[in-house]
């Protein structure tokens, strides 16, 4: 069993989902992967059990399945993957889309920013050194990086990639959060986590990235994410002025 396990989720993503899980498996630093399905039509989830015949043995287990019935949000999917992190006693838990819009080669950084950096959370940045983000549309890479202007401004974080998906976290910032009071499903869930683990104080640091749009597949963006962001960051912010962050020490 690896220290670090690694949460993808999927939804249609049998275009990807080999090609990924073989090259996180093919890194010089071992990762178990978790994959967090929600009844992907297209047969992801089979795909992954096919996979866990080439990785896992009696005695170890290095990829890990999820299945949930129908597509529930972004957010959960992680809160799920967190809890089966968490209880598998994991010291480093990571995030990573399945498209390879985050290149898998960039978890080593990501990892080693909190076991040798002294982060608690590492952010996977697209914006932490310019804008780094390939193939996108110029109006979608001003809507990205206005996003996190925003958040910036109204909530005062200062992290300049604040909808990262990519992302590192040490166990007791996990466990420090009240993972049970996440109140975003779509990518603002990215912006709370991020905000909680500011609030709770611990260090977060930001690796440099190259964003490379998908290739292979469709993208989940849609309108209903950027509205849920635009508001959520405002009763986000409110709320905080009112809530006492007091980190858990033990457990780390």
């Known amino acids: 069993m690896s220290n670090a ?18 090259t996180v498996f ?15 039509p297209d047969g ?5 059990k096919d996979l866990q015949s080439n990785f896992n043995t009696t005695a170890v287990t290095r990829l890990h399945l999820l299945e949930r019935e129908g597509k529930q949000g972004l957010g959960t999917a ?30 080593v950084p990501l990892y080693l920013q909190c076991s040798e950096g002294g982060a608690d959370l590492s952010i996977g940045s697209r ?7 390939v193939n996108w549309p110029m109006g979608r890479v001003l809507l990205s990086y206005g996003a996190s202007m925003y958040v910036r401004l109204i909530t005062g974080m200062p992290i300049r990639d604040t ?38 104080g611990f260090r977060l640091i930001e690796v440099p ?11 989940k963006m849609s309108p209903g994410i950027f509205k849920e962001a635009f508001w959520g960051v ?6 905080s002025w009112f809530t006492k962050y007091i980190p858990r020490t033990s457990g780390a």
């Open 234 to 239: 405002i009763q986000m912010t409110i709320a």
């Open 5 to 22: 396990i690694v949460i993808i989720p999927t939804y249609n993503e049998r275009d990807n989902i080999v090609r990924v899980v073989e």
């Open 163 to 200: 909808t990262a998906g990519f992302v590192c976290y040490k166990r007791h910032v996990l466990l420090s959060i009240p993972l049970h009071n996440i109140r975003f499903v779509g990518y603002a869930f990215q912006i709370e986590m991020k905000f909680l683990a500011w609030k709770y």
């Open 78 to 107: 992680y809160l799920a993957g967190f809890a089966y992190a968490l209880q598998k006693g994991y010291d480093y838990i990571m995030e990573m889309d399945a498209d390879f819009s985050h290149n898998p080669q960039d978890l």
């Open 127 to 133: 914006y932490a050194t310019g804008v780094n983000v």
């Open 44 to 48: 992801t989830g089979s795909l992954v």
């Open 209 to 219: 990235i190259i964003f490379t749009d998908r290739t292979r597949g469709e993208s």
């Open 26 to 40: 093919s890194l010089p630093k071992d990762f178990d992967v978790l994959i967090v399905d929600d009844g992907s």
